[in-house]
Nanobody
Framework: QVQLVESGGGSVQAGGALRLSCAVSGYISKSRCMGWFRQPPGKEREGVASIHTTGETTDYTDSVKGRFTISQDNAKSTLYLQMNSLKPEDTAMYYC???????????????????WGQGTQVTVSS
């Protein structure tokens, strides 16, 4: 049984930084995409960043490019999201997700992901 458990959320002031972690347990194919998604209050869930675990291709939504970095530690089966220069509009519940893929590209659509964590709250105050 695959489980994803996020940690590292919290409350910070604008301009601050947080590092989210996602611990993965259970078997998932090595050819998989891992992603971070977020859902602000009253809004739809959106893709933030993704990484292909074998090709290590990364992709980011425009609003976080240059501020957020997605990375992975395969030995520890852990996914990370380093978030710098945080803004109030980054406030959301952040989710880690995973899905098996056959190609080398990753989708930014939540519907493309099969496994999800419970989420960790990030609150950025101005």
């Amino acid at each position: 049984q695959v489980q994803l458990v996020e940690s590292g959320g919290g409350s910070v002031q604008a301009g601050g930084a947080l590092r989210l972690s996602c611990a993965v347990s259970g078997y998932i194919s090595k050819s998989r995409c891992m992603g971070w998604f977020r859902q602000p209050p009253g809004k739809e869930r959106e893709g933030v960043a993704s990484i292909h675990t074998t090709g290590e291709t990364t992709d980011y939504t425009d609003s976080v490019k240059g501020r957020f970095t997605i990375s992975q530690d395969n030995a520890k089966s852990t996914l990370y999201l380093q978030m710098n220069s945080l803004k109030p509009e980054d406030t959301a519940m952040y989710y880690c997700a995973a899905t098996v893929v056959s190609g080398t590209g990753c989708s930014g659509s939540p519907g493309a992901y099969s496994y999800w964590g419970q989420g960790t709250q990030v609150t950025v105050s101005s």
